[in-house]
T-cell receptor
Framework: GQNIDQPTEMTATEGAIVQINCTYQTSGFNGLFWYQQHAGEAPTFLSYNVLDGLEEKGRFSSFLSRSKGYSYLLLKELQMKDSASYLCAVKDSNYQLIWGAGTKLIIKP | ETGVTQTPRHLVMGMTNKKSLKCEQHLGHNAMYWYKQSAKKPLELMFVYNFKEQTENNSVPSRFSPECPNSSHLFLHLHTLQPEDSALYLC?????????????FGPGTRLLVL
């Protein structure tokens, strides 16, 4: 079967750095997405990786290793507004999106 | 604001009711999706429409009936639902290109079935 694993919940401190991991086992790979979802709101696109390596976008970076079936989302200089769920999703060989259950990130002052 | 709107935002219905969820996208996309999101579970893809044609129906019970009258509008008609259908229903759209296009989501309808 296909599955995406990510931690259920993480806690971090304002101003710190946090890394949210995602491992995947899918039939084929056509890219990995990270979305942010605040409570009661729409998931919003954060990043897309299809090649190995690190993609940096401001305070957020996303890393991919296809050989390891692994990605992480790195959030720097954490702010209270970063409290949200972070969803990892992979497009398989049929271009179907396979979703993880999301990681709820709690930021404490 | 993602360019995808959904109404209503909240809905409470009995098991014998009939209701409809509406989604509209203002992004000029040609593909639209219905997802079900339950607490602590992955998003479940329910239906996909490409150019108004249904291309995916992931074993969804017939009490859920989609309708896509044009590429900007998508409906989900609900009837005789069960309490376990209570969830957040998300609509999304994308510019389908057979590749890794990004999906843009609406804010969802929070549904409670009593």
């Amino acid at each position: 079967g296909q599955n995406i694993d990510q931690p259920t919940e993480m806690t971090a401190t304002e101003g710190a750095i946090v890394q949210i991991n995602c491992t995947y086992q899918t039939s084929g790979f056509n890219g990995l997405f990270w979305y942010q979802q605040h409570a009661g709101e729409a998931p919003t696109f954060l990043s897309y990786n299809v090649l190995d390596g690190l993609e940096e976008k401001g305070r957020f970076s996303s890393f991919l290793s296809r050989s390891k079936g692994y990605s992480y989302l790195l959030l720097k200089e954490l702010q209270m507004k970063d409290s949200a769920s972070y969803l990892c999703a992979v497009k398989d060989s049929n271009y179907q999106l396979i979703w993880g259950a999301g990681t709820k990130l709690i930021i404490k002052p | 604001e993602t360019g995808v709107t959904q109404t209503p935002r909240h809905l409470v219905m009995g098991m014998t009711n009939k209701k409809s969820l509406k989604c509209e996208q203002h992004l000029g996309h040609n593909a639209m999706y219905w997802y079900k999101q339950s607490a602590k579970k992955p998003l479940e893809l329910m239906f996909v429409y490409n150019f108004k044609e249904q291309t995916e129906n992931n074993s969804v019970p017939s009490r859920f009936s989609p309708e896509c009258p044009n590429s900007s509008h998508l409906f989900l008609h609900l009837h005789t639902l069960q309490p376990e259908d209570s969830a957040l229903y998300l609509c999304a759209s994308s510019q389908a290109s057979g590749g890794a296009e990004t999906q843009y989501f609406g804010p969802g309808t929070r549904l409670l079935v009593l």
